[in-house]
């Protein structure tokens, strides 16, 4: 059965002035894929240890089931850790790299080698067991890693990047892997990764990561369409920004009151729109604008567009095409304006 993981106020600091993970805290839920997101050295290795056991954080809990697993040894946390380099034994046969752990624990040969056999078929890399370690790839490597992870049955599978040394293509094969075994086993697993690309791929929730700080945690789309602040946003592409003032529940900006879905609250408000979701039509939030500049790339062209003082990015199908200098009428649609909160005012608990 998988676990619920909570993270409680996680602080770790290595030495020096600046903590690698500063009050972190989120809970991942039975059976759930959570990616832990952020640029290199942003604390999420840190974090992944933290959960592993590798390392004991300065402050804060963690807790399995409800139960804080911070004085509980590695080895008996039912936690498998996946690396980005596999560190499997060179002298030993797939197989039996696999069924290693299951041996130190104490079962018998042919229980840990048929466990080996059924973790090396859901990683389909059955056909390898006799193989040695160096006779195989880097991504089937990987995969033996995975298997050998599997075997023991852990309550919380954590992978951190284990796919980054891997070309494009077995990258997606692994994608597809992670995908299909969590559809079957249901493991709870935290995945780290640098990849926006993949988080959004694989993840049912992304933890963003800046600076050992919990920016946002919320499913992909979240992270599009409702991004917390600027620094999110951005993180997640090209975007928009657009500073106004709320009254009476719609936003006084220099392109005209901008209507919004729900009401935002009044005082100084900053609105963010991805650029593919600008149209080119009356309507709603629509104004005058010029065709300022127009990048052609294939499957979306790139505008820029500027109405009263304000450039506005805008990604259109390829047939739409407009010459710089054209007047156009642009329309922001309300349920695409996202109002951005004070970094201060973002909490997670
Ligand atoms: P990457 O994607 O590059 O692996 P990361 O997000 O996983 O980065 P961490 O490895 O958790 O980041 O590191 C967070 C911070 O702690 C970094 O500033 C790093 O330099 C520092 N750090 C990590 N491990 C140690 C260590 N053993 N001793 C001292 N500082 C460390």
Not at 34 to 60: D, I, N, Q
Request: charged fraction near 25%.
């Amino acid at each position: 059965m998988s676990a619920r993981l909570e993270l409680d106020n996680v602080s770790h600091r290595y030495g020096g002035d600046a903590p690698a993970l500063e009050t972190l805290s989120l809970a991942v839920e039975p059976g759930e894929l959570v990616a832990l997101l952020g640029p290199s050295g942003c604390g999420k290795t840190t974090a992944l240890k933290v959960v592993a056991g590798l390392l004991r954080p300065e402050s804060g809990d963690v807790r399995v089931d409800g139960q804080s697993v911070v004085g509980t040894p590695p080895e008996r946390r039912e936690a498998a850790m996946v690396f980005q380099k596999p560190l499997l034994f060179p002298h030993m046969s797939v197989a039996r790299n696999v069924g290693f752990g299951l041996r130190m624990r104490g079962a018998r040969r042919d229980d840990a080698e048929r466990k080996a056999h059924e973790a090396l078929r859901r990683v389909r890399m059955e056909s390898f067991a006799d193989r040695s370690p160096e006779e195989l790839s880097g991504g089937q490597q990987q995969r033996v890693a995975l298997a050998r992870a599997l075997v023991t049955g852990p309550r919380l599978l954590l992978l951190d990047e284990p796919f980054s040394a891997l070309d494009a293509n077995l990258r997606e094969e692994m994608r597809d892997l992670i995908l299909g075994l969590q559809r079957e086993g249901g493991h709870t697993t935290v995945f780290v990764t640098h990849d926006q690309e993949e988080a959004v791929v694989l993840a049912d929730r992304i933890a963003l990561i800046f600076g050992g700080k919990l920016q946002m945690y919320d499913e992909p789309q979240a992270f599009y369409g409702r991004p917390a602040t600027r620094e999110v946003a951005r993180f997640f592409g090209a975007t928009n920004f657009i500073r106004g003032h709320a009254e009476n529940g719609s936003i006084r900006t220099s392109l005209g009151d901008l209507e919004l879905e729900k009401p935002a609250p009044p005082g100084a408000a900053t609105l963010t729109i991805r650029p593919e979701a600008v149209r080119l039509e009356e309507g709603q939030n629509s104004f005058q604008a010029r065709i300022v500049s127009a990048s052609y790339l294939g499957t979306q062209v790139h505008y820029e567009l500027r109405a009263a003082g304000t450039t506005l990015r805008a990604a259109l199908p390829p047939h739409v095409r407009l010459a710089v200098g054209e007047e156009v009428t642009a329309r922001l649609p309300a349920e695409s304006l996202w109002v951005l909160e004070e970094p201060s005012a973002v909490s997670y608990q």
